[in-house]
């Protein structure tokens, strides 16, 4: 028998499998399940292999309440599931299935009707699945409050009419990149799942603002909203957003280019407890909105305006006044921001005490006099300064000794090269530090 490396006698294994056996006479099953409860899925299967005994409460289904199966993905097959979910029937609570392949839709109807008490399942990423899958899990888990369907891409809007008829408890929804669902699914899905707090509908890029307008007037709850690349999204949409979900904390409209000021001016008068905002490629928007959202909006903590083109210093300003709470914060690609914004912002209310990361690549009119205005920010942990021209190593340098634990991305590209001499070719290197 070989054990840690070693071959053991046949008298050394006997005495293994006493002190084993004497472990299980001396630990009730009760204590021992419970000591199993805290172990892996590769654990468990190991203790499995030990004994008989340990066997059967090592595969006992209290064990097996939550299982993520995502280490295995490329092994996993549909029977995999279907054992599964008859050894662990009713004690299974959360099962992730994310990446996983393989699986289809009726490996998927015998688990839903095998474990009826789930309440969290992933399987973002597995591709096979279609609207069976969601047929199933509406008629047999009602106790469902977490589901992510990220990128399985032949759901349509009739599953998330299944799901509103047999999830009312449904809490979390992701449908990330799931192409084909249109303002109908949506409405299906907020008439019957009203309890909705997150939806992550990123990728979704048939949705329109009827769908703002649906999910405003039936889930007044919601706190998460992801609709990054849903370019058909308007101000309108937002409105609706704005006028139904006063709750909402988290939003991302990043890439839905046809947003202006309108949104966030609708931000700004209903939605006041917003903490993350994520409006990157947005580039209409201007230093007006931004003032109406950081008058209103005192709570916001993470922001991202990456090309946000339009943007000055004024808005940095209106952010250092208003948001005290403000922890991280890219300006990446906003091309109008000065070393004054800088200063405004590192000698602000949030400054010294919360911000944490600022990112501010391809910043071109930023100098080492932005790096001495941000000295005092003492929870300072990372600045990208990628392509920051103005940049220089010397100031980096002051900066890291007053803020020795920082992290400092910075890329130096070479400066416009002179003509060459003689028609031959020269080389410049280009050199990115991370201190």
Known sequence: MMMNGSVRSRSEVSEYMEEESLICKRLPKELILRIFSHLDVVSLCRCAQVSKAWNILALDGSNW???????????????????????????????????????????????????RNIESLCLAGCKKITNGTCNSLGKFSHKLLWLDLGSCSLITDNALK?????????????????DQITENGIEALARGCNKLQVLIAKGCILLTDRALKHLASYCPLVRTLNLHSCNNV??????????????????????????????????GAGCYQLRTLELAGCSQFTDNGFMVLARNCHHLERMDLEECVLITDATLGHLAAHCPWL??????????????????????????????????????????????????????????????????????RRLRAQLPNIKVHAYFAPVTPPPSVGGGRQRYCRCCVIL
């Open 65 to 115: 309440q939550r299982v993520d199966l995502f280490d295995f993905q490329v092994d996993i097959e549909s029977s995999v599931v279907e054992h599964l979910s008859r050894r662990c029937g009713g004690f299974l609570r959360q099962l992730s299935l994310r990446g996983c392949q393989s699986v289809q839709d009726r490996a998927l109807e015998i688990f839903a009707q095998n474990c």
């Open 162 to 178: 299944a799901l509103s008829d047999g999830c009312p408890l449904l809490e979390y929804l992701s449908i990330a990149w799931c």
């Open 234 to 267: 308007t101000d309108d949409g937002i409105r609706h957003i704005s006028s139904g979900c006063h709750l909402l904390e988290s939003l991302c409209v990043s890439g839905c280019t046809h947003l202006t000021d309108g949104t966030l001016v609708a931000l």
């Open 327 to 396: 922890s991280k914060l890219s300006l990446s690609h906003c091309e109008l921001i000065t070393d004054e914004g800088i200063r405004q912002l590192g000698t602000g209310a949030c400054a010294p005490e919360h911000l944490e990361v600022l990112e501010l690549d391809n910043c071109p009119l930023i100098t080492d006099a932005s790096l001495e205005h941000l000295m005092g920010c003492q929870s300072l942990e990372r600045i990208e300064l990628y392509d920051c021209q103005l940049i220089t190593r010397a100031g980096i």
